[in-house]
T-cell receptor, first 113, second 114 residues
């Protein structure tokens, strides 16, 4: 199973600051995802990548950008953070082929003041 | 577009009892996967159980089982012999066959009381 690592685990920042959340996985999997979790809304897909040259917008990509620096690394950036981007962010990669499963990192809690 | 609905924001159960969490979904696909994920206070997302739509047999994992009703587009999770460690948010999720781009419900917070 995939080992997904996210940094930072917690971050407090101010409105207008640029923030990068980093994700790496150790299994060499090609597909990676960024989700956002808000109370009462579940998890919603921000961006996903099927390989280094394939980046796709998800359901709520406005205000975010991503970078797939290598097969193992997928970073999420907030160019100018705003308070309604306060949320728990998850990175994920796929499990066994053709199972639909995702394996998640431990999450990055971001607070924008 | 596919949607997943969890109509119970909160549930509670006494230790050792059985509880059922509801999930309905909407899709025009015939092949897909359904999942239940658990999120304890540690906030880690943990896969509890998985169901393939083409399989009529309901999936079971130890104390966790599902009632999959494909025609009704219903996918409930039954937890038997509830334990304090089952206290968590539970998310129902859907994905089309040959993809792992999950669509999640809004979650059900389950509290297990001693």
């Amino acid at each position: 199973d995939a080992d997904v690592t996210q940094t930072p685990r917690n971050r407090i920042t101010k409105t207008g600051k640029r923030i990068m959340l980093e994700c790496s996985q150790t299994k060499g999997h090609d597909r990676m995802y960024w989700y956002r979790q808000d109370p009462g809304l579940g998890l919603r897909l921000i961006y996903y990548s099927f390989d280094v040259k394939d980046i796709n917008k998800g359901e709520i990509s406005d205000g975010y950008s991503v970078s797939r620096q290598a097969q193992a690394k997928f970073s999420l950036s907030l160019e100018s953070a705003i308070p309604n981007q306060t949320a728990l962010y998850f990175c994920a990669t796929h499990g066994r082929e053709n199972t639909g499963e995702l394996f998640f990192g431990e999450g990055s809690r971001l607070t924008v003041l | 577009a596919q949607t997943v609905t969890q109509s119970q924001p909160e549930m509670s159960v006494q230790e050792a009892e059985t509880v059922t969490l509801s999930c309905t979904y909407d899709t025009s696909e015939s092949n897909y996967y359904l999942f239940w994920y658990k999120q304890p206070p540690s906030r880690q997302m943990i896969l509890v159980i998985r169901q393939e739509a083409y399989k009529q047999q309901n999936a079971t994992e130890n104390r966790f089982s599902v009632n999959f009703q494909k025609a009704a587009k219903s996918f409930s999770l039954k937890i038997s012999d509830s334990q304090l460690g089952d206290t968590a948010m539970y998310f129902c999720a859907f994905t089309r066959y040959n993809t792992d781009k999950l669509i999640f419900g809004t979650g059900t917070r389950l509290q297990v009381f001693p």
